[in-house]
């Protein structure tokens, strides 16, 4: 699987950070006035498939609602961090190279 331009973004996010770790947010519901409210789904998406991938790991997730004139806004938030491997003992072996004896 190719990694999309989100993708990229959301783990640039990551990395930049100071202490490593970023929130994705959704918000969906009808807002004050009764329009439709839907931001972030791309990002969540995003998001989920960079953990199937295991490049990164959600931290915590927070839900809360918020209500206005007798309509409510849903809000997700995601906290993730990216995922460090380690190289494996064949990786190291592999770039030592063949040992002459």
Do not use: F
Not at 12 to 19: F, I, M, Q, T, V
Request: hydrophobic share 35%.
């Amino acid at each position: 699987m190719t990694i999309n331009k989100t993708m990229q973004d959301l783990l640039d996010r990551a990395r930049n950070d100071s202490r490593g770790i970023a929130v994705v947010q959704m918000v969906c519901g009808r807002g004050s006035h009764g329009g439709r409210v839907n931001r972030g789904s791309r990002e969540v998406d995003a998001l989920n498939q960079l953990v199937k991938l295991e490049m990164v790991e959600v931290i915590e997730r927070h839900k809360s609602v918020e209500v206005s004139r007798g309509n409510s806004i849903w809000i997700y938030d995601n906290v993730y961090r990216c995922i460090h491997t380690m190289p494996t003992d064949a990786d190291y072996l592999a770039a030592l190279g063949a040992c002459s004896k």
